[in-house]
């Protein structure tokens, strides 16, 4: 937070009911150092009382608020305005692609959390094994089995940037792949292989890393996705040799 | 849905609307819950996360430390998919917080909250970040938990036995019957922008700080002292489990662990409008000043995030700390003389199922319903069940 003021134009998709989405202008005060949610809530408060969007925990733990700020997924939580726009500027707010538009900014994410418990993404994992292999030392460690939340907050903000998954709603997307990732290595599940090893399962990825660019939560999905395609190798491998 | 079943209108989902929903559904109810925003988009979504051993009240508040204990038994079992649960520690700073300690120790004892006191050097062998001048040690049995997931849990085990929830639902005004009692709600439905009225038996009013809000146009009152509090989130996990200091209740007291963050809060002001509470830049760096001497670390990170949440508290009149964080059930029918509405409002996340127990019995006394709760021993579904099409998983 400063003193400092910008004078801004807040550029955010509205849609009602069955009618086409359109963009409607509010202009607005904002300190350069608040948070873009933080905005988007000002003009719910004092500027139109229908702008729905979805929020919950103001503080990145909850994924709730994943939205395209200016063309790029952004967890608005924690995304300053600075960040994103200038003095003087414009910040366009549009709800996540891929996703069905249920109203405004909020989009229906029914399919991508039935997915995510399909791959029996964790929800808490111990301490100790909950970063990426190329991560060391990032968290005390008294040798106690400590447990955590998991990194993956389902956001959505990778389904929403990847290229793939944009030309067909099919393909499971990097959160679930990268969820299979996670439950595979924690539990080593076989079965986690019959989702994954599909034409819309890790085969669909065309390795673009968009996913990696935009999670606010360091899951590092295409790296997971790279990961379990070597995963599903060694599996097939192995089963050639006759491992069940 | 059985039509003869009695219909509890439930205003709010957040932690309390949830936790009742699924109490009613759980007791053979028609449950309908409406909500303005996205579930938990109020005070729940926004608390820090805390879940109480109960060791911050057992000296000035003891009855909401029995709650809290209780409660976080309960919820580690029930609904562990959301919690991280590594114990949490309460140090003692300066003279006047070791003076504390003794209170601290009967207080905890007395409502059976499970302490032990630790020796410095254990304290930094578990905690190597902590601030390596702490001067008494007691380990107590806090944890961390996931805001909205565990608002979701209680909404998909409600969702899973009947219950509709209609986000982004506002009620526009509590509706009356000719005899003057109440029979629903009017709703804006505001992804359509559609006004629809919605009759039930019986209305609760779980808004928490908006419940006076919620009831303007009526004649029924509710003394609720919206009190908010910031929190700052850094970007590094320093601690695996909760630091409070040993103090009484105070600003910036407690250091929480969830996910890669480190969470202090908090303040303790009030306000009259809480649909927008700025954060300001005071608070922030007060906050940045009492993590650090908890965990001195804190000076090394950034910030990620800085929120402010309005607790509801019970009453008026006294400044806010020293209003109790127990929960209150309003029947306006002894309150005001206002037929079939409920008010819940007060307490803790921690207590959310608690709350719903208590106001579940008021609800089911009042319809002449005598099915016993049973929301205390059986696991919540997956958070993630709250997205299920009706009629279960493809």
Same mark, same amino acid.
Request: with cysteine.
């Given at each position: 937070?400063?003193?400092?003021?910008?004078?801004?134009?807040?550029?955010?998709?509205?849609?009602k009911?069955?009618?086409?989405?359109h963009?409607?202008?509010?202009?607005?005060?904002?300190d350069?150092?608040?948070?873009?949610?933080?905005?988007?809530?000002?003009?719910?408060?004092?500027?139109?009382?229908?702008?729905?969007?979805?929020?919950?925990?103001?503080?990145?733990?909850?994924?709730?608020?994943?939205?395209?700020?200016?063309?790029?997924?952004?967890?608005?939580?924690?995304?300053?305005?600075?960040?994103?726009?200038?003095?003087?500027?414009?910040?366009?707010?549009?709800?996540?692609?891929?996703?069905?538009?249920?109203?405004?900014?909020?989009?229906?994410?029914?399919?991508?959390?039935?997915?995510?418990?399909?791959?029996?993404?964790?929800?808490?994992?111990p301490?100790?094994?909950?970063?990426?292999?190329?991560?060391?030392?990032?968290?005390?460690?008294?040798?106690?089995?400590?447990?955590?939340?998991?990194?993956?907050?389902?956001?959505?903000?990778?389904?929403?940037?990847?290229?793939?998954?944009?030309?067909?709603?099919?393909?499971?997307?990097?959160?679930?792949?990268?969820?299979?990732q996670?439950?595979h290595?924690?539990?080593?599940?076989?079965?986690?292989?019959?989702?994954?090893?599909?034409?819309?399962?890790?085969?669909?990825?065309?390795?673009?890393?968009?996913?990696?660019?935009?999670?606010?939560?360091?899951?590092?999905?295409?790296?997971?996705?790279?990961?379990?395609?070597?995963?599903?190798?060694?599996?097939?491998?192995?089963?050639?040799?006759?491992?069940? | 849905?059985?039509?003869?079943?009695?219909?509890?209108?439930?205003?709010?989902?957040g932690?309390?609307?949830?936790?009742?929903?699924?109490?009613?559904?759980?007791? $053979?109810?028609?449950?309908?819950? =409406? !909500?303005?925003?996205? %579930?938990?988009?109020g005070?729940?979504? /926004?608390?820090?996360?805390? +879940?109480?051993?109960?060791?911050?009240?057992?000296?000035?508040?003891?009855e909401?430390?029995?709650?809290?204990?209780?409660?976080?038994?309960?919820?580690?079992?029930?609904?562990?998919?959301c919690?991280?649960?590594?114990?949490?520690?309460?140090?003692?700073?300066?003279?006047?917080?070791?003076?504390?300690?003794?209170?601290?120790?009967? $207080?905890?004892?007395?409502?059976? =909250? !499970?302490?032990?006191? %630790?020796?410095?050097?254990?304290?930094? /062998?578990?905690?190597?970040? +902590?601030?390596?001048?702490?001067?008494?040690?007691?380990?107590?049995?806090?944890?961390?938990?996931?805001?909205?997931?565990?608002?979701?849990?209680?909404?998909?085990?409600?969702?899973?036995l009947?219950?509709?929830?209609?986000?982004?639902?506002?009620?526009?005004?509590?509706?009356?019957?000719?005899?003057?009692?109440?029979?629903?709600?009017?709703?804006?439905?505001?992804?359509?922008?559609?006004t629809?009225?919605?009759?039930?038996?019986?209305?609760v009013?779980?808004?928490?700080?908006?419940?006076?809000?919620?009831?303007?146009?009526?004649?029924?009152?509710v003394?609720?002292?919206?009190?908010?509090?910031?929190?700052?989130?850094?970007?590094?996990?320093?601690?695996?489990?909760?630091?409070?200091?040993?103090?009484?209740?105070?600003?910036?007291?407690?250091?929480?662990?969830?996910?890669?963050?480190?969470?202090?809060?908090?303040?303790?002001?009030?306000?009259?409008?809480?649909?927008?509470?700025?954060?300001?830049?005071?608070?922030?760096?007060?906050?940045?000043?009492?993590?650090?001497?908890?965990?001195?670390?804190?000076?090394?990170?950034?910030?990620?995030?800085?929120?402010?949440?309005?607790?509801?508290?019970?009453?008026?009149?006294?400044?806010?700390?020293?209003?109790?964080?127990?929960?209150?059930?309003?029947?306006?029918?002894?309150?005001?003389?206002?037929?079939?509405?409920?008010?819940?409002?007060?307490?803790?996340?921690?207590?959310?199922?608690?709350?719903?127990?208590?106001?579940?019995?008021?609800?089911?006394?009042?319809?002449?319903?005598?099915?016993?709760?049973?929301?205390?021993?059986?696991?919540?579904?997956?958070?993630?069940?709250?997205?299920?099409?009706?009629?279960?998983?493809?």
């Open positions: 937070m400063s003193q400092e003021r910008w004078n801004i134009t807040m550029i955010i998709s509205k849609k009911g069955e009618e086409p989405a963009f409607q202008s509010f202009k607005l005060e904002v350069p150092e608040e948070y873009v949610l933080d905005a988007v809530e000002r003009v719910w408060a004092f500027h139109d009382r229908s702008l729905t969007f979805r929020h919950a925990c103001h503080h990145s733990t909850c994924g709730a608020c994943g939205m395209r700020v200016n063309g790029v997924e952004k967890l608005t939580c924690i995304t300053l305005v600075r960040s994103v726009t200038h003095n003087g500027g414009e910040m366009k707010v549009e709800p996540l692609r891929n996703f069905p538009v249920v109203s405004d900014l909020v989009v229906d994410m029914s399919d991508f959390y039935n997915r995510m418990e399909e791959a029996s993404a964790a929800q808490v994992v301490v100790r094994k909950s970063a990426l292999p190329y991560e060391h030392d990032l968290f005390p460690d008294d040798g106690m089995d400590h447990e955590r939340l998991t990194d993956c907050i389902e956001c959505g903000c990778c389904v929403s940037a990847c290229p793939i998954a944009l030309t067909t709603p099919a393909y499971l997307g990097p959160a679930v792949l990268a969820a299979a996670q439950t290595s924690l539990s080593g599940k076989p079965c986690i292989f019959d989702l994954v090893d599909t034409a819309d399962g890790v085969w669909r990825c065309h390795s673009g890393f968009e996913c990696t660019a935009v999670c606010p939560s360091n899951v590092d999905p295409a790296w997971r996705i790279m990961d379990m395609r070597r995963r599903v190798i060694g599996h097939r491998i192995k089963h050639l040799f006759g491992a069940k | 849905m059985d039509d003869s079943k009695p219909h509890i209108l439930i205003i709010g989902a932690f309390t609307g949830c936790a009742l929903a699924y109490d009613l559904a759980q007791r $053979g109810l028609k449950v309908t819950v =409406i !909500e303005r925003g996205e %579930i938990a988009s005070t729940s979504g /926004r608390t820090h996360g805390l +879940l109480h051993s109960g060791g911050r009240y057992c000296v000035n508040d003891q909401s430390a029995r709650e809290c204990i209780q409660e976080n038994i309960i919820l580690r079992k029930i609904v562990h998919q919690i991280e649960f590594n114990g949490g520690l309460f140090v003692a700073l300066t003279d006047e917080d070791l003076a504390y300690a003794p209170k601290f120790a009967e $207080g905890a004892q007395a409502c059976g =909250i !499970e302490i032990e006191q %630790i020796t410095t050097q254990q304290a930094l /062998r578990l905690e190597p970040n +902590l601030n390596p001048k702490v001067l008494a040690v007691f380990t107590v049995p806090d944890g961390s938990f996931d805001p909205l997931r565990l608002a979701l849990a209680f909404a998909a085990s409600a969702k899973h009947g219950a509709d929830f209609y986000p982004y639902h506002e009620s526009k005004a509590v509706l009356f019957d000719s005899q003057g009692r109440v029979n629903g709600a009017s709703v804006w439905d505001r992804t359509s922008g559609r629809f009225d919605l009759t039930a038996d019986l209305v009013n779980a808004t928490g700080a908006w419940a006076g809000h919620v009831l303007k146009g009526t004649r029924a009152v003394s609720v002292t919206p009190t908010p509090g910031v929190m700052v989130a850094y970007d590094r996990r320093l601690i695996n489990r909760p630091i409070n200091r040993l103090t009484e209740p105070s600003d910036g007291d407690i250091i929480i662990p969830q996910r890669r963050m480190s969470v202090i809060g908090t303040t303790s002001y009030e306000v009259e409008d809480v649909d927008y509470i700025p954060v300001e830049d005071a608070q922030i760096e007060q906050m940045r000043r009492d993590a650090i001497a908890l965990v001195p670390a804190v000076a090394q990170c950034n910030m990620r995030g800085a929120y402010m949440s309005a607790r509801p508290l019970v009453g008026k009149g006294q400044s806010g700390r020293s209003l109790a964080r127990t929960f209150k059930c309003f029947d306006h029918t002894e309150s005001d003389g206002i037929d079939n509405l409920v008010t819940i409002t007060g307490g803790k996340a921690t207590t959310c199922r608690g709350m719903a127990e208590k106001t579940a019995d008021l609800v089911c006394q009042k319809l002449g319903i005598s099915t016993p709760c049973a929301t205390r021993e059986q696991p919540l579904r997956s958070y993630r069940d709250f997205y299920l099409p009706r009629g279960g998983r493809k």
